[in-house]
């Protein structure tokens, strides 16, 4: 039972280098989030998806880009890398049916923008 | 001002002992309250979940909700060393997608 799973765990980029960080989930939940959290600061929503097709933005969008084509799997695409997007972003998912508010977080991916 | 308020911490306390770990929130329309527990280096997993006012208790962990006074507790009694971990309060409101709102999460460590 895989749950949630992300790749990379761990990049070094490039100032203005662009990459996508891959979010899969096996458990056909319809929401999936990313967050991204700096120390101190808790986890702030970068983008949001309530199915496949849909998407919507979050508290820190910007630099962001996301597309959900599947019900399984939500990338999230950095485009033009820049240093304040060093940190370490967390993919989310949750049934969305009524009684389903538990959300399942994967493991996390660690990036370093220099 | 904050949606969700939490202490950072961090946190020290030697084994045994009871912790008490508390977020405020301004925003009414949270139904939905949650404390997850994130481990260095791994993802945050749900502890406790809750939605209407009143204490639940899951052994050692008991989640306490005040509606009235917007104000969220985790009590952990019996402190052991492997609780040491950032404990994050979530809410979650009452909109379409219902996004979680996330403390900032308070840093405990359980000294033996």
């Known amino acids: 039972n895989a749950g949630v799973t992300q790749t990379p765990k761990f990049r070094i980029l490039k100032i203005g280098q662009s990459m996508t960080l891959q979010c899969t989930q096996d458990m056909n939940h319809n929401y999936m989030y990313w967050y991204r959290q700096d120390p101190g600061m808790g986890l702030k929503l970068i983008y949001y998806s309530v199915g496949a097709g849909i998407t919507d933005k979050g508290e820190v969008p910007n630099g962001y880009n996301v597309s959900r084509s599947t019900t399984e799997d939500f990338p999230l695409r950095l485009e033009l890398a820049a240093p304040s997007q060093t940190s370490v972003y967390f993919c989310a998912s949750r049934h969305g049916r009524v009684g389903g508010n538990t959300i399942y977080f994967g493991e996390g991916s660690w990036l370093t923008v220099v | 001002q904050k949606e969700v308020e939490q202490d950072p911490g961090p946190l020290s306390v030697p084994e045994g002992a009871i912790v008490s770990l508390n977020c405020t929130y301004s925003?009414?329309?949270?139904?939905?309250f949650m404390w997850y527990r994130q481990y260095s280096r791994k993802g945050p997993e749900l502890l406790m979940y809750?939605?209407?006012?009143g204490n639940k208790e899951d052994g050692r962990f008991t989640a306490q909700v005040d509606k009235s006074s917007k104000y969220i507790s985790l009590f952990i009694r019996d402190s052991q060393p492997s609780d040491s971990a950032t404990y994050l309060c979530?809410?979650?409101?009452?909109?379409?997608?219902?996004?979680?709102?996330f403390g900032s999460g308070t840093q405990l460590t359980v000294l033996p």
């Open positions: 979530a809410l979650i409101s009452s909109g379409s997608a219902r996004q979680l709102t």
């Open positions: 809750t939605y209407s006012s």
């Open positions: 925003n009414s329309a949270f139904q939905y």
